[in-house]
């Protein structure tokens, strides 16, 4: 027999509370229950971050409030600054260019990450920027983009922050007021353990000044309706993904219970843990900045990382993430995000090892899962 385990850093293993929360009957969504659970969410999400800004809710995936971001605080012709060192840092600058906005690239080398400096540079040196589009957890590398950092970098400067959290929520804090971030997005299904299908926005004063000049095409997206429909009704213009509604109001009251600065100093015991266990093993971590996420794992030209994480899932269950793109065959990630305890991350190791040692990788066995004890040990004592 083997057990699945979902280790990839998206979607996420959802808890047994949360599976059961959505096998609650569907309720009408223009009804007071519906305005009470958008209530409750909103109010689970705001203390995540933490932000005392506005919370909207989408039925859609990470890029779809992507874009909406995009449609909602640019005008076609803008510049806009998109610092890219990965698949989901580009992804910004494909959006922005599908909506007409001209994009000027921060480009660095994929699992680099960006210095704060370079951003106050590059708009110092073209004021005509109105926005910088960053990407906090970069999951194609399980690289960390300073986002703190880049805010005080653009303090003065009239150009929107702009960031992606879809793989950071609940894994690092990202409080918009305190770092100058006017808008964040984020998903349901990484460190929120909730599945796919929820997009999340927050967006501060700056951003919905920047609403009220946007000119590009937009309905669904459309901010201001988004607000209104919440203000008037307590939900959403159109219909909510209720079921899963549900099932985040759950997971945001473990998040609580459990405390939000406690889940995120488990994800960077988890991912210390990752991290010291790779190097024992005799492997690299790739990205030069690590997130709390989840472990990137250059493997040597001797090594598939396909055939490896095939060999993972097939021998032991464990679904761990690939490299994308132009890392395909060359990354393993190893995912910690959301819904995850100790022995989640000695499984997933003690299967990478074995897995290893079958493909001929010469470190003994036992000596990840060691390093990882140890860790894991240490920084809980600590
Ligand atoms: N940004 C980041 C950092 C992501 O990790 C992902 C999903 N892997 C996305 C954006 C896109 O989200 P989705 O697949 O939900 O559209």
């Known amino acids: 027999m083997i057990k699945s385990r979902l280790l990839t850093p998206g979607p996420t293993p959802i808890p047994e509370r949360v599976q059961q929360a959505m096998a609650r009957p569907i309720v009408y969504h223009?009804?007071?229950?519906?305005?009470?659970?958008?209530?409750?969410?909103?109010?689970?999400?705001?203390r995540v971050f933490p932000t005392e800004g506005d919370i909207l809710l989408f039925a859609a995936s990470g890029t779809g409030v992507m874009e909406a971001a995009v449609v909602n605080l640019m005008r076609r012709g803008d510049r806009a600054l998109v610092i890219r060192a990965g698949k989901f840092g580009e992804r910004w600058g494909d959006v922005c260019a599908a909506f007409g906005v001209e994009v000027a690239g921060l480009d660095l080398p994929w699992g680099a990450s960006v210095d704060p400096g370079q951003v106050a540079g590059r708009l110092r040196a073209d004021p005509t920027i109105r926005a910088v589009f960053a990407t906090q957890s970069e999951t194609s590398t399980g690289g960390l983009h300073d986002i703190e950092g880049?805010?005080?970098?653009?303090?003065?400067?009239?150009?929107?922050?702009v960031v992606d959290a879809v793989s950071s929520t609940g894994a690092h804090p990202l409080p918009p007021e305190a770092w100058g971030v006017d808008c964040v997005i984020t998903a349901s299904q990484k460190g929120l353990m909730t599945p796919p299908g929820i997009g999340v926005v927050t967006l501060g004063r700056r951003a919905?000044?920047?609403?009220e000049r946007s000119d590009l095409p937009k309905h669904y997206w459309s901010f201001r309706m988004t607000k209104a429909a919440l203000e008037k009704g307590g939900s959403t213009p159109a219909t909510p993904a209720t079921t899963l509604l549900m099932g985040l109001r759950e997971a945001l009251a473990?998040?609580?219970?459990?405390?939000?600065?406690e889940v995120w100093r488990r994800h960077a015991r988890h991912a210390e843990a990752f991290r010291a266990a790779t190097g024992a093993i005799g492997l690299e971590v790739f990205p030069e900045?690590?997130?709390n996420a989840l472990t990137g794992v250059l493997l040597p030209d001797s090594l598939d990382a396909r055939d490896l994480a095939g060999r993972m899932k097939s021998r032991y269950g464990i679904v761990v993430g690939e490299g994308l793109d132009r890392l395909a065959g060359r990354l393993i990630r190893l995912s910690n995000l959301g819904y995850m305890d100790d022995l989640d991350v000695i499984a997933t190791l003690s299967a990478f090892e074995m897995v290893l040692r079958e493909m001929g990788w010469a470190s003994a066995l036992g000596a990840g899962v060691s390093t990882a004890e140890r860790v894991l040990t240490e920084m809980k004592q600590g």
Do not use: D, F, Y
């Open 30 to 46: 223009r009804g007071a229950e519906i305005a009470a659970l958008v209530k409750e969410v909103n109010e689970g999400l705001r």
């Open 150 to 161: 880049i805010g005080r970098a653009m303090r003065g400067s009239e150009a929107l922050l």
């Open 208 to 211: 919905w000044e920047a609403t």
């Open 254 to 261: 473990m998040i609580h219970e459990e405390g939000i600065e």
């Open 289 to 291: 900045c690590p997130s």
